[in-house]
Antibody, heavy 122, light 109 residues
């Protein structure tokens, strides 16, 4: 079955960087955009950015530009999200999510990873 | 960027109908998607393209979209429907393509 499995929880100091992985299975990884969404404690969903695993093209929400990187390793069907210069406000659960339609980015997210809690604290 | 407005909370008795709204400027011109999120879990797509249900979602879930308001309707509400619900649209005109509403907590009384 289609599945996204994320890396485990992390604790980071302010100013550090984080990297979360998202391993895909059950479908052709390169054919479906991966998006990243985060959720701070007790708050709603916040879209961060997207990546086309085929081309490597990315797009980020304005507030994360300059701090956010998305990469992929197609040989192991894995997407990565890296956020640097972390601050306490970045404490959140980070989700990867696959779009519903192949080769069409503007489709809803039909498969989500289980989420990765990243805690930023000194 | 495009703003989606949801009521923070909706309460309904079991067996009744819950309506969760999502307001946005001319949202009727957009395709609206809805997600259900239970505590500690990832969101689940329950309605997409305004009114289409994924195959695994019960027929009790339906959606509509017109004018400045999209609505998720849950008929014959069950205790297991208690969750947060989020609407989402693709804002093709902005540089922040995907937009989520603030979420609505559905409480089953």
């Amino acid at each position: 079955q289609v599945q996204l499995v994320q890396s485990g929880a992390e604790a980071k100091n302010p100013g550090a960087s984080m990297r979360v992985s998202c391993k895909a299975s059950g479908y052709t990884f390169s054919n479906y955009d991966i998006n990243w969404v985060r959720q701070a404690p007790g708050l709603g969903l916040e879209w961060m950015g997207w990546m086309d695993p085929n081309s490597g093209n990315t797009g980020f929400a304005q507030k994360f530009r300059g701090r956010l990187t998305m990469t992929k390793n197609t040989s192991i069907d894995t997407a990565y999200m890296e956020l640097n210069s972390l601050r306490s406000e970045d404490t959140a659960v980070y989700f990867c999510a696959r779009v519903k339609e192949a080769f069409i980015g503007a489709t809803p997210f039909d498969t989500w990873g289980q989420g990765t809690l990243v805690t930023v604290s000194s | 960027s495009y703003v989606l407005t949801q009521p923070p909370s909706v309460s309904v008795a079991p067996g009744q109908t819950a309506k969760i709204t999502c307001g946005g400027n001319n949202i009727g011109d957009e395709s609206v998607h809805w997600y259900q999120q239970k505590p500690g879990q990832a969101p689940v797509l329950v309605v997409y393209d305004d009114s289409v249900r994924p195959s695994a979602i019960p027929e009790r879930f339906s959606g509509s979209n017109s004018g400045n308001t999209a609505t998720l309707t849950i008929s014959r509400v069950e205790a297991g429907d208690e969750a947060d619900y989020y609407c989402q649209v693709w804002d093709r005109s902005g540089d922040h393509p995907w937009v989520f509403g603030g979420g609505t907590k559905l409480t089953v009384l």
